[in-house]
């Protein structure tokens, strides 16, 4: 496997009481700060939001999807427009997830076959294959700053013996994508799956680290199981990938886990946790989240939330944003939106000072005793 990107990931600092650590990812467009929460923006765009309000929010890489933009518009219209950067106006890093999940969830459409899935379209119903070759193919269109392989992702519950085979075909896919042409500077991350069981975990980090990926991802977690199932399959697979690597935790997103999950090693992470519980009317804060939609807010002149720095908060009031929300206009979703990116940057920035000084034992402490667990 060719690594174009050896010496792209640095670790600044490391807990001397867990393994979180402080650290600096070049990419090839620009430097990313970890550990960092990537917004997602499924088909090319992060919803409700333009580029420049993710640059103000503090945004630094977000994350799109190969499967969604291969439905539409397709991926060789994007590359005639210039690639994805240039097609959505974001000049800042892009993660690619290889449509390997949304194959997951087309569970009732989809045939796996040993060379990739066939499924039917979730837009028009046409009959589509999606393998290896293909996932690669696709974001070497898109001209993403990261790949991700194709693999298969278990469903939760299952047993040991499916579990086994949706590894070890992740295990094959992912040999076959390393083989693959990139796109330039282009970096390729591998993804451990295994289900909840251990052994299996074990085993396919292993044979994954052997194929020598610019980084890793801990994916098929956060599809049922328990917060602290999720977290012990994040250790097991950490524990037998390379340090010098950055490491990802795929789809986790509520702010107590990605601090458990930053103490166990990871620097990556993405969710749609911020915009989507903003379309749904609630807010985010240091503490959790709560209804803004709710009637006691109808003359509340407070900001969204005490303190806050963004746009939404200096400007207007809840009572405004509640009365935007409740009478459908798009603004309130906007700015709800606005507050909850910018509550999510704050949060990571605190991991990151709190490595930096030497307190991420006592932010961990308050994050546990004040942030309500969902």
Avoid at 221 to 226: D, I, L, P, T
């Amino acid at each position: 496997m060719k690594q174009n990107n050896s010496n792209a990931f640095q670790i600044l600092q490391t807990d001397s009481g867990t393994r979180a650590r402080r650290g600096r990812l070049m990419t090839s467009h620009g430097m990313v700060e970890t550990p960092v929460f990537m917004p997602v923006g499924t088909q090319a765009t992060v919803k409700a939001m333009t580029p420049a309000e993710l640059e103000a929010d503090g945004v630094s890489m977000i994350l799109s999807n190969a499967y969604h933009l291969h439905v539409r518009p397709g991926e060789d219209l994007i590359a005639r427009a210039g690639g994805l950067h240039r097609f959505m106006g974001w000049q800042r890093p892009i993660l690619t997830d290889s449509g390997g999940f949304q194959v997951f969830s087309l569970a009732t459409m989809r045939k796996i076959r040993e060379d990739g899935v066939e499924f039917n379209s979730h837009v028009d119903g046409r009959r589509l294959f999606l393998g290896p070759r293909e996932a690669m193919a696709i974001q070497r269109g898109l001209g993403s700053d990261i790949a991700m392989v194709f693999d298969e992702c278990a469903p939760y519950p299952c047993d040991h013996k499916y579990a086994c085979q949706a590894m070890e075909r992740t295990l094959t896919w992912a040999a076959v994508c390393s083989q693959q042409a990139r796109a330039d500077g282009q970096q390729v991350f591998g993804i451990v799956q295994g289900g909840t069981y251990d052994d299996l975990r074990r085993q396919c980090a292993e044979r994954l680290a052997a194929m020598g990926f610019d980084g890793y991802a801990v994916g098929g977690v956060s599809v049922g199981e328990s917060e602290d199932l999720m977290l012990a399959s994040a250790s097991v697979s950490l524990a037998q990938l390379p340090e010098e690597v950055p490491r990802y935790l795929m789809g986790v997103g509520h702010m107590r886990q990605i601090v458990e999950a930053v103490a166990l090693g990871i620097d990556m992470f993405d969710c749609v946790i911020p915009t989507r519980v903003a379309r749904n009317g609630s807010a985010l804060t240091r503490t959790g989240r709560y209804p803004l939609k709710a009637a006691r807010y109808k003359e509340d002149a407070e900001p969204i939330e005490r303190g806050c720095g963004c746009y939404a908060c200096r400007t207007f009031s809840r009572a405004y944003v509640r009365h935007l929300l409740n009478t459908d206009e798009i603004l309130g979703v906007r700015l709800l939106t606005i507050h909850n990116l910018h509550r999510y940057m704050e949060f990571m920035r605190d991991i990151q000072v709190a490595l930096e000084t030497g307190a991420f034992a006592q932010f961990r402490k308050t994050i546990r005793e004040t942030v309500v667990k969902e």
